[in-house]
């Protein structure tokens, strides 16, 4: 007997996907069952061409390639005025060890000095996979998530992005070519359940068919209210960030990448300073604007480390997510080759541990993640 299918709603602006199988067996599998046989490959590669660390220059104006342990500011920063236009206003905030009155005062103002109003969305300067990100609505929220996070560490603020559909762009051009490619488009769906006035929250995810078998992910993020009765009409999102980690569901959108998105991509790339592989995280209109290259808003910037999001569409595979993985680091060791030959020297791979040691520390001490 065949499975109904299962429609899967997402945000203003995107298409609604009939999946026959709302969770792929492969999704949440341990991070070595997709790295083994990166690490494999990567050891061949790394002896053909003399070295392992060549993703590392990839992207030459990223510390480590973006591989581990860069920060957004950082990366936002070496936009030039045209990819600029298209970042989400941001403001980099080094938390004080006390939060005094007067810094709370402060803060506000150069909040609204940087043109960034509540809503905005708050989340660590150096961090990956959403740890941290939170919605901040109020100014309480706001000084409760500035007070529980590690003094001395810098934040994020962001303005919230005028449009809720979600894409993962996943870009890559070679050294000396004059255009690249979008190498993945996956589109990002934010569950949510909407309260009947009968049931719990707890109820109201187990009966969505797709938010249900990623219950554990969002029991966690929302324990205080799961035994709430929803009232009827009332939205409550189960998953803010756009990491697949964290709830969001990824569907493939190859089908919509059109030589007008990629001619935008190219300009945008193009204009950040040392900047050939990653993924760029887009809020946008509707799919027709996107199909245009129009009506986006870049939320973040990834370098090396990226992956390629459509990877995790339940209606994919495991082996498809492999193969897509290992043509993603072909690519690296091939542009840090070319770039190698400019003049780049590859780090130690002591470097890229440290960093990975010191990301690793930090993202245990950060905030819940929205």
Not at 324 to 345: E, P, T
Request: hydrophobic share 40%; net charge positive; proline share 6%.
């Amino acid at each position: 007997m065949t499975k109904p299918s299962v429609t899967l709603v997402g945000q203003a602006g995107m298409p609604h996907y009939s999946v026959s199988r709302p969770l792929g067996w492969f999704e949440f599998l341990p991070a070595w069952c997709f790295y083994t046989p990166v690490a494999v490959q990567s050891i061949g590669l790394g002896l053909y061409y003399r070295s392992l660390t060549l993703p590392l220059i990839a992207n030459p104006g990223i510390r480590l390639s973006g591989m581990v342990g860069e920060a957004k500011s950082e990366v936002f920063a070496q936009a030039g005025d045209t990819a600029q236009r298209y970042i989400a206003a941001y403001w980099r905030w080094t938390r004080p060890n006390a939060i005094t009155p007067s810094i709370k005062k402060t803060l506000l103002a150069e909040l609204a000095k940087a043109g960034i109003a509540m809503p905005l969305v708050a989340k660590p300067d150096k961090g990956c996979r959403g740890a941290g990100v939170q919605r901040i609505d109020t100014e309480k929220k706001l000084f409760a998530y500035i007070s529980t996070f590690p003094p001395d560490r810098d934040i994020i603020f962001q303005a919230l992005a005028p449009y809720d559909a979600e894409a993962g762009v996943f870009y890559i051009r070679y050294p000396g070519e004059e255009s690249g490619h979008i190498f993945s488009l996956g589109l990002k769906y934010l569950p949510a359940v909407i309260g009947d006035g009968k049931h719990t929250l707890a109820a109201l995810i187990q009966h969505h068919d797709a938010a249900s078998v990623r219950g554990h992910l969002y029991h966690q993020r929302h324990h205080h209210q799961l035994d709430d009765v929803i009232p009827a009409g009332v939205r409550i999102p189960l998953a803010f960030s756009g990491s697949h980690c964290r709830g969001a569901i990824f569907k493939d959108g190859a089908a919509w990448v059109t030589p007008a998105l990629t001619a935008k991509m190219d300009t945008i790339a193009k204009d950040i300073d040392g900047f050939y592989f990653g993924r760029f995280d887009i809020k946008f209109r509707d799919m027709a604007s996107l199909k245009k290259g129009e009506a986006l808003c870049i939320v973040e910037i990834n370098g090396a480390s990226s992956e390629p999001a459509h990877i995790w569409d339940s209606e994919g595979s495991y082996f498809q997510a492999i193969s897509a993985l290992l043509h993603q680091y072909r690519h690296l060791y091939h542009i840090g080759a070319r770039l190698r030959l400019q003049g780049h020297k590859p780090p130690s791979v002591f470097a890229l541990l440290r960093a990975w040691y010191q990301e690793r520390r930090w993202m245990k001490q950060y905030p819940e993640t929205d």
